[in-house]
């Protein structure tokens, strides 16, 4: 197995993990837990698990870091048996965190992020900087918070140590276990974004464990949809799944807001925009009217002088206005490229020309979508997945298999 500090220079610092025909029957219990079950996880990449409750997510997930002996199978990681490696090498390679932070409450911030350094014998300066870097890796200052104890942090904070903890000695693998489940959704959503950064950041071979879909589809490279005994129902990236489910189980599992859900994943960036008519405020009327008429039009837009979107105003009235300093209806709900196409049908939802205006960071306009332009990229994004046959490029899923 190659060493973290081989990885510090790569792109990808995760490492492949196989699951071949494993099985778990707990002593005393007839039925498998986990029943025969074979995946592929990709190195570098988040792999969810989702399912209903008792399907065999945990069983399967503390498999991988031996916390739970298989009956049965193998399991691999970086290609080698995982039943060869020793308790050391498996707490370097494989970082752990779980639902409630599962924080030693006796130990401070700092003790308890540095628990596996600690126990791999690092010299005490080095684990003493690890955890500040650490603690910084997930937004918190060390000055403040390392010397705290558990029961002194909000939920939120408990679970940003609990992923510190699980990232100290630069594990390729991180298995999380619902690990923001007992948060309120608000700080599970920028837990959430943390975790999409900081895997932006270090693209570890992540295995993460949910009920929720939603969850799934915004973390997940790849999700595996489980049954019962962990029997794989679908395994693909999110897109796929969401216009393509396996069977009714599946799609029962999504909901009735595929589309809804498919929109969460592509970026305004990704479409192309359409083009409004727009004019400075300082212009006259007469020209920006003739050039509505010329465009045929029903709303344009007036900007400032640098450039940023002011006003909607309806193309039939423009000429009868006596400047473009005022009338109008302010342009709301502006999205950026980096936006999600759910946010720009939020925004398109809230204004009268049904179309939401894109400004690039400065704020500056860059062009519209229109609720047209959504449904033709679902119908795309659908298409695509629904035929085979079909070489149009799909964004997220393609970028999966490139890199
Ligand atoms: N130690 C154990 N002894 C016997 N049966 C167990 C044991 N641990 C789990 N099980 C059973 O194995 C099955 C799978 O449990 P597991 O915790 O892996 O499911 P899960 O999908 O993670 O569930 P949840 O989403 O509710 O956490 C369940 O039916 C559970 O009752």
């Given at each position: 197995m190659t060493t973290p500090a081989a990885h510090e220079?790569?792109?990808?610092s995760g490492v492949p993990i196989t699951l071949d025909d494993v099985t778990k029957i707990y002593p005393g219990q007839e039925r498998p837990a986990v029943d025969h079950v074979s995946l592929e996880l990709p190195a570098g990449r988040t792999t969810v698990f989702v399912g209903?409750?008792?399907?065999?997510k945990t069983t399967t997930m503390r498999m991988i870091n031996r916390l739970i002996e298989p009956s049965s199978g193998t399991i691999t990681i970086d290609g080698q048996d995982n039943r060869t490696l020793d308790a050391d090498t498996l707490r370097r390679h494989i970082g752990y965190a779980i639902q409630a932070s599962g924080l030693f409450p006796h130990m401070t911030v700092a003790q308890n992020v540095g628990t596996v350094p600690r126990l791999l014998k690092w010299r005490k300066s080095r684990i003493s900087d690890r955890v500040d870097q650490m603690l910084e890796l997930v937004g918190l200052d060390p000055a403040d918070?390392?010397?705290?104890?558990?029961?002194?942090?909000s939920g939120g904070q408990q679970q940003r140590v609990g992923v510190a903890r699980a990232l100290a000695a630069d594990p390729p693998v991180l298995l999380m276990d619902e690990p923001f489940g007992a948060v309120d959704p608000i700080t599970r959503a920028s837990l959430q974004d943390e975790l999409i950064r900081l895997q932006e950041e270090l693209h570890k071979t992540i295995v993460f464990v949910t009920h929720d879909f939603n969850e799934a589809v915004r973390l997940g490279d790849r999700i595996a949809v489980l049954g019962p005994g962990s029997s794989v129902l679908q395994f693909d990236t999110p897109e796929a799944i969401l216009a393509n489910p396996a069977d009714e189980t599946v799609a029962g599992f999504i909901g009735d807001d595929a589309a809804l859900k498919t929109l969460t994943l592509r970026r305004v960036g990704d479409v192309d925009l359409g083009r409004a008519t727009t004019a400075r405020e300082s212009e006259a009327p007469a020209d920006f009217a003739a050039r509505v008429r010329g465009a045929d039009d029903e709303w344009a837009v007036v900007l400032d002088d640098s450039g940023r979107p002011l006003r909607w105003v309806r193309g039939d009235l423009v000429a009868g206005m006596p400047d473009l300093r005022s009338g109008g209806q302010p342009v709301t709900g502006t999205v950026t490229v980096d936006s999600t196409l759910q946010e720009a049908l939020d925004g398109l939802l809230s204004t009268a020309s049904a179309t939401t205006v894109v400004v690039d960071r400065s704020g500056a306009y860059r062009g519209t979508i229109g609720i047209d332009d959504l449904v033709a990229e679902l119908r795309r994004i659908h298409h695509h997945h629904n035929d085979p046959g079909s070489s149009e490029p799909t964004g997220p899923a393609d970028t999966v298999e490139r890199s």
């Amino acid at each position: 197995m190659t060493t973290p500090a081989a990885h510090e220079t790569d792109a990808v610092s995760g490492v492949p993990i196989t699951l071949d025909d494993v099985t778990k029957i707990y002593p005393g219990q007839e039925r498998p837990a986990v029943d025969h079950v074979s995946l592929e996880l990709p190195a570098g990449r988040t792999t969810v698990f989702v399912g209903p409750s008792g399907c065999g997510k945990t069983t399967t997930m503390r498999m991988i870091n031996r916390l739970i002996e298989p009956s049965s199978g193998t399991i691999t990681i970086d290609g080698q048996d995982n039943r060869t490696l020793d308790a050391d090498t498996l707490r370097r390679h494989i970082g752990y965190a779980i639902q409630a932070s599962g924080l030693f409450p006796h130990m401070t911030v700092a003790q308890n992020v540095g628990t596996v350094p600690r126990l791999l014998k690092w010299r005490k300066s080095r684990i003493s900087d690890r955890v500040d870097q650490m603690l910084e890796l997930v937004g918190l200052d060390p000055a403040d918070y390392r010397d705290r104890y558990p029961a002194q942090l909000s939920g939120g904070q408990q679970q940003r140590v609990g992923v510190a903890r699980a990232l100290a000695a630069d594990p390729p693998v991180l298995l999380m276990d619902e690990p923001f489940g007992a948060v309120d959704p608000i700080t599970r959503a920028s837990l959430q974004d943390e975790l999409i950064r900081l895997q932006e950041e270090l693209h570890k071979t992540i295995v993460f464990v949910t009920h929720d879909f939603n969850e799934a589809v915004r973390l997940g490279d790849r999700i595996a949809v489980l049954g019962p005994g962990s029997s794989v129902l679908q395994f693909d990236t999110p897109e796929a799944i969401l216009a393509n489910p396996a069977d009714e189980t599946v799609a029962g599992f999504i909901g009735d807001d595929a589309a809804l859900k498919t929109l969460t994943l592509r970026r305004v960036g990704d479409v192309d925009l359409g083009r409004a008519t727009t004019a400075r405020e300082s212009e006259a009327p007469a020209d920006f009217a003739a050039r509505v008429r010329g465009a045929d039009d029903e709303w344009a837009v007036v900007l400032d002088d640098s450039g940023r979107p002011l006003r909607w105003v309806r193309g039939d009235l423009v000429a009868g206005m006596p400047d473009l300093r005022s009338g109008g209806q302010p342009v709301t709900g502006t999205v950026t490229v980096d936006s999600t196409l759910q946010e720009a049908l939020d925004g398109l939802l809230s204004t009268a020309s049904a179309t939401t205006v894109v400004v690039d960071r400065s704020g500056a306009y860059r062009g519209t979508i229109g609720i047209d332009d959504l449904v033709a990229e679902l119908r795309r994004i659908h298409h695509h997945h629904n035929d085979p046959g079909s070489s149009e490029p799909t964004g997220p899923a393609d970028t999966v298999e490139r890199s």
